[in-house]
């Protein structure tokens, strides 16, 4: 990858469900450079959850390319796609649904170390405690189950198994939008820190300008599966080009 | 968790109750099955029809035969019957359920829904005498009906809950690692369903001990050994003679345990049910 | 000065369980006078659910214990009420409004059907007085068409038009008191505008005091006269809401305020957040509850407990408010 190839790069993506008439992500093109933040915005069902499950492999697009660093991941071989997998890992909304309710926080610590197998038990555990350190969090939750967590704690750990693969883009899909407003500046200044210390760009998703406001270098406004706009942070809420980002700017104000 | 349910099944008096009626009726079984208790059943030992007494404390059946030691034995039937069906009808139902989940609305799916709707549409006892007169009166042909068709309720059961679960973000974050589809139904879903499973599992042991004792009065049931089904059968004959000892015998045991059966799997679906919010 | 339309006095939650004793709501007190809108602010858990529900006397079946010295509506004290009192008494003269309200809509019944009920179990009357009353309250929240509404069943309807028929429901009878429990979280912004819409026209057209929980500052500055802070079961901090937004006296309010992000045409200041968490309400420090995560603690805040005590413009309960 040369030195202007930018992280992440979608080109023209397009996806429809099966049961809807609508198209749910139309021909949506954007990147995303190493170590920065791309805030994206939008109503609720405007698309960017399908855009992430695209990205991640959990829905096939019907058109359209996806780049990471220069390849299309959807036309790599299942051997470059594991690579690719572990380079990109995804953060959920919901911190108590996205942890596997009866696996303690090792087992679910370990299960992509060992499915990608990477390291060996030694170098795993340490590497699990050092993440853990990372995010916050003492060793002495390794034995404990999800529900004996506060949500903060748990989005905490949900951080730390995105970790584990040592990610170059995090995707948080409203990673923030269901914690209190503590919690959520405590987990939006772990998320900066990641990207200073090891730099890790980010794919920010979330119906909250504010949030995004704090947090992205690039701005992009998704409506009904189109792209509306895609500029700075600065020049977008300075004074944004399209009358929907208009509005949107203004409700949330 | 598992000691908080416990700790709650603990408080619950009635289904100690339960549990306790449960163990002791086991323990009998396991008695049975290691040859200390109930061993003469077949053993025609006193004079018919005598009453209850110090040599048969429940008296003799019309044969001559203790009915005590064919009570002892019919525990024994009873729990074998039970479990070697509840654990194959759950063991098939609940991978027919995961499969037809995790693959909702594909042809795996269409397929086993189709297969259970057909099994629960055959009258039970038509199907159960078909299976055991095309077997000829080998002795598995009854819990080979039974498991047969008691598969399906658990199956539904399951295939519900994996299409449920499966929408649920750490089911996406395990697929986004890449983990193959059966593996994630088997690692992250299906223990989540535990708590379900014990449930119906004991209700399936309950309908497996209640249609074995139909099956016997129809003598479509165990062929070697004694029940309390048999007993019952033989009763029917007795009783107009003024005989009550079988029935009192079988009748009072089968409605026991039954009734131990029922208070713990109340009693286990409370204790286990707030586990299922926290899934 | 006239009677509050309500009054809260001392007012204490808490379990008992075998991990402890949890003090959900420990001894508060607030009031709120006719027309106007009192915000109680709070993160999950510090008990603003449970005060609500307490208030309404919810709580007796749940085995969550509650008592008070009185909760008096209009100077009647419904704490002190039988069980069949208290049932004509809510509805009437107190209501409630919940978060998720396609939760709180009982789905096979159309909701004329559900409004005229409460009409005709409060007001009585006969059946065409309630309908009518019933289709005053749909126009009051604003749908232009109420008997369409009326007609129509719970799943028929968006979240929003769910919560204003909830509105409507909760004020049919005109109660003096309606609390409002997280009314908009559920509901996108353009929404939440209506909503607190509705909540204005009844505090200036029925007089109605209202008392609007939420954990969103954004929402209590823009619909309410004074604001309550709420941590750990304990009020923090009482003050109106200019007085709160534009100078906080107790270091978790301002901590809190500088916790929210903000939309700023320049670059923002790096991100503030409150260190430590929340401590779980069956383990909580001696002292200010507060303390072990403030930066302007001192020994004394570990081991006394500060009341509410009026500072600075303020009512705040710290033994260093800012200033």
Not at chain 1, 77 to 99: E, G, Y
Not at chain 3, 96 to 122: K, Y
Not at chain 3, 193 to 220: C, E, F, M, P, Y
Request: charged share 15%; aromatic share 6%.
């Amino acid at each position: 990858m040369s030195a202007g190839t930018p992280l992440l790069e979608l080109r023209k993506l397009s996806l429809r469900f099966k049961q809807q008439q609508q198209v749910a992500v139309d021909r949506v093109s954007f990147s995303i450079n190493a170590g920065s933040t791309l805030g994206l915005a939008g109503a609720s069902g405007a698309g960017k959850s399908s855009i992430a499950r695209a990205i991640m492999g959990l829905i096939k697009p019907d058109s359209g390319e996806i780049f990471f660093k220069g390849e299309d991941i959807l036309q790599m071989n299942s051997r470059q796609l594991a690579a690719t997998r572990q380079r990109i890992q995804i953060i959920f909304q919901n911190p108590t649904a996205s942890l596997s309710p009866r696996r303690s926080i090792e087992q679910t610590l370990l299960e992509p170390l060992k499915h990608f197998a990477i390291g060996d038990d030694n170098s795993r555990q340490e590497k699990i405690r050092r993440i853990l350190t990372t995010v916050g969090l003492d060793a002495d939750v390794l034995q404990r189950y999800p529900h004996q967590f506060s949500s903060g704690q748990q989005q905490r750990i949900a951080v730390a198994r995105a970790l584990v693969t040592d990610p170059e883009l995090l995707i948080a899909d409203e990673a923030v939008s269901a914690l209190d407003v503590s919690v959520q500046a405590q987990i939006l200044q772990l998320f900066q820190n990641l990207q200073k210390e090891r730099g890790i760009a980010f794919l920010f998703i979330s119906h909250d300008l504010a949030v995004i406001r704090q947090i992205a270098h690039q701005v992009a406004i998704i409506y009904r599966g189109q792209l509306l706009e895609h500029t700075s942070a600065d020049s977008f809420f300075g004074g944004p080009e399209h009358a929907y980002s208009k509005s949107l700017l203004d409700s949330a104000a | 968790m598992r000691q908080n349910a416990w700790g709650r099944l603990k408080s619950d008096r009635y289904g100690m109750g339960g549990l306790i009626i449960v163990a002791v009726f086991a323990a009998i079984a396991v008695c049975v099955w290691s040859g200390l208790l109930g061993q003469s059943w077949s053993e025609v030992s006193g004079e018919r029809w005598e009453s209850a007494g110090l040599a048969h404390w429940f008296g003799t059946n019309l044969l001559g035969q203790d009915i005590l030691q064919r009570t002892l034995f019919g525990t024994a039937t009873a729990f074998e019957v039970g479990l070697i069906v509840t654990i194959m009808s759950t063991i098939l139902g609940t991978t027919m359920g995961a499969l037809a989940g995790w693959y909702s609305h594909g042809w795996p799916d269409e397929i086993i829904l189709w297969l259970t709707g057909v099994l629960d549409s055959i009258p039970f006892y038509l199907f159960a005498a078909a299976i055991a007169f095309a077997l000829q009166g080998k002795p598995w042909a009854m819990h080979l009906a039974m498991i047969i068709t008691f598969w399906t309720t658990t199956a539904r059961i399951i295939r519900g809950e994996v299409m449920r679960l499966k929408q649920r973000e750490y089911v996406e974050a395990a697929r986004a690692i890449g983990l193959p589809g059966l593996t994630t139904v088997f690692r992250h879903v299906l223990p989540n369903t535990y708590h379900i499973l014990l449930v119906q599992a004991t209700i399936v042991f309950v309908a497996a001990i209640n249609t074995e004792v139909i099956l016997s009065f129809l003598g479509l049931g165990i062929q070697d050994g004694v029940s309390w089904g048999l007993m019952l059968a033989e009763s029917s004959l007795e009783v107009l003679s003024g005989h009550f000892g079988n029935f009192i015998a079988a009748g009072t045991s089968l409605f026991v345990l039954l009734m131990g059966f029922n208070l713990l799997a109340d009693a286990l679906q409370d204790a286990l049910d707030t586990r299922g919010t926290s899934a | 000065m006239s009677t509050p339309a309500l009054e809260v006095k001392d007012l204490s939650v808490w379990t008992e369980t075998d991990a402890g004793r949890s003090q959900l709501v420990d001894g508060i007190s607030l009031s709120i006078n006719a027309g106007a809108a009192t915000g109680l602010v709070g993160e999950s858990g510090c008990g603003k659910s449970m005060t609500a529900l307490a208030i309404m006397g919810l709580l007796e079946t749940s085995g969550i214990k509650a008592k008070s010295a009185g909760i008096l509506i209009n100077g009647t004290d419904i704490s002190a009420l039988t069980r069949v009192q208290k049932r004509k008494v809510l509805g009437r003269d107190i209501a409630m409004i919940f978060q998720q309200p396609g939760n709180a809509l009982d789905p096979v019944f159309t909701l004329g059907q559900q409004i005229s009920a409460v009409c005709r179990r409060h007001l009585g009357g006969n059946k065409k007085h309630s309908r009518q009353t019933m289709l005053a309250a749909l126009e009051a929240v604003g749908f232009e068409h109420p008997e369409e509404i009326a007609a129509s069943y719970p799943f028929q309807l968006s979240g929003g038009m769910q919560q204003l028929a909830m509105i409507a429901m909760a004020t049919v009878c005109k109660p003096a008191v309606l609390i409002a429990d997280e009314p908009t979280t559920a509901l996108d912004s353009m929404t939440r505008g209506l909503i607190l819409q509705q909540l204005k026209r009844l505090q200036s057209q029925n007089q109605t005091a209202i008392l609007l929980i939420s954990h969103d500052l954004n929402v209590v500055r823009h619909s309410c006269n004074d604001v309550i802070v709420m941590y750990c079961g304990r009020l923090l901090e009482k003050a109106d809401c200019k007085s709160l937004f534009s100078g906080p006296r107790h270091p978790y309010s301002a901590g809190l305020l500088s916790c929210i992000p903000k939309i700023l045409a320049t670059r923002p200041p790096p991100i503030s957040a409150i260190p430590g968490q929340v401590p779980a309400a069956n383990d909580l420090p001696p002292g200010c509850h507060f303390a072990p995560r403030c930066s302007r603690a001192e020994p004394q805040c570990l081991q006394s407990v500060p009341g509410l005590e009026p500072k600075h413009g303020a009512q705040v309960a710290c033994f260093r408010p800012l200033s």
